[in-house]
């Protein structure tokens, strides 16, 4: 049974920092395309950063040097990394699993989800 556990969202002052994880159980991250995503109320959902099954990986361009995606096979866990926050990540976050080679751009084409994470914000 495919299941992923996210943790490690809290509310932060601007300019803090904050790890979430993603637990997986039921298949290896390192075969996936593994993703997170974040959604802030009245906002569409939106793909934050992945890391494909060859480790490459790609950001959104509001986060790019702040945030690092990162999995740790031997854990079969994902991480992201996010510094330097700002109000605007404020969100819940989501980690997302598909099996695809190429990792989708849209919410819709991944599987597997875990239940989301609170990250707040305050300036």
């Known amino acids: 049974q495919v299941q992923l556990v996210v943790s490690g969202g809290a509310s932060v002052q601007a300019g803090g920092s904050l790890r979430l994880s993603c637990a997986a159980s039921?298949?290896?991250?390192?075969?996936?395309?593994m993703a997170w995503f974040r959604q802030a109320p009245a906002k569409k959902r939106e793909r934050v950063a992945i890391?494909?099954?060859?480790?490459?990986?790609n950001y959104l361009d509001s986060v790019k040097g702040r945030f690092t995606i990162s999995k740790d096979d031997a854990e079969n866990t994902l991480y992201l990394q996010m510094n330097v926050l700002k109000p605007e990540d404020a969100a819940m976050y989501y980690c997302?699993?598909?099996?695809?080679?190429?990792?989708?751009?849209?919410?819709?084409?991944?599987?597997?989800w875990g239940q989301g994470t609170q990250v707040t914000v305050s300036s």
């Open positions: 039921g298949f290896a991250v390192n075969r996936a395309c």
């Open positions: 997302a699993a598909s099996g695809e080679i190429s990792c989708p751009p849209s919410w819709y084409e991944y599987t597997y």
């Open positions: 890391i494909d099954l060859y480790g490459i990986t």
